[in-house]
């Protein structure tokens, strides 16, 4: 049981370029979630998805867009990276149950620095 | 909005000793608490979770945490440390009346187990 799978686990853009990062889950979970780790700051939320066909902005999302191309899969895409992206993305997966409180499940993380 | 502080960057603690890692938070209502560990070079991982009930929670590798309503505390605790404790953690609170899992982390806090 896989789990959460994160690709790549490390990337160097220089700034402007444009990549995807991708994640999936086999634990038919409902929600996803992309969060970045900076230094001191502990995880911010980028974005979630709490249901496929619905994506939500978190706390930091200026930058990024996401994709939740099925229920697997939940995609992050940094269209113009800037160095202020450097930074560990952790994607994570949680059931939904309806009084929630369900503990997140994450990947290893993608180590990426824009230069 | 709600947040969550972990007064202290780094604990050192002696092997066989008690250990005490501090969080509190500021929320409107109840929360869901939650902490994760993070090894080097891994994603986190869930510990324990408070959600209701008895305010002595119990978890995994033999760490445990108390609820304290009135200091709005949710401080990791463990008998008698490890030096396989020796890791990242983080304290977390996610709203109530949510459905899924979007977790507003603190800076985390570093433990260190002395031989």
Request: with cysteine.
């Amino acid at each position: 049981n896989a789990g959460v799978t994160q690709t790549p686990k490390f990337q160097v853009l220089k700034t402007g370029q444009s990549m995807t990062l991708q994640c999936a889950q086999d634990m038919n979970h409902n929600s996803m979630y992309w969060y970045r780790q900076d230094p001191g700051m502990g995880l911010r939320l980028i974005y979630y998805s709490a249901s496929e066909g619905t994506t939500d902005k978190g706390e930091v999302p200026n930058g990024y867009n996401v994709s939740r191309l099925n229920k697997r899969e939940f995609s992050l895409r940094l269209e113009s990276a800037a160095p202020s992206q450097t930074s560990v993305y952790f994607c994570a997966s949680s059931e939904a149950p309806r009084a929630g409180g369900a503990e997140a499940f994450f990947g290893q993380g993608t180590r990426l620095t824009v230069v | 909005a709600q947040s969550v502080a972990q007064p202290e960057d780094q604990v050192n603690v002696a092997e066989g000793n008690p250990l005490t890692v501090k969080c509190t938070y500021s929320v409107s209502g109840n929360p869901y608490l939650f902490w994760y560990v993070q090894y080097p070079n891994r994603g986190l991982q869930f510990l324990l979770k408070y959600i209701t009930g008895d305010n002595l929670v119990k978890g995994s590798y033999g760490f445990e945490a108390e609820f304290n309503k009135s200091q709005t505390s949710f401080h990791l605790k463990k008998p008698s440390a490890l030096v396989s404790d020796s890791a990242l953690y983080f304290c977390a609170v996610s709203p109530l009346n949510s459905g899924y899992s979007t977790l507003t982390f603190g800076k985390g806090t570093m433990l260190l187990v002395s031989p």
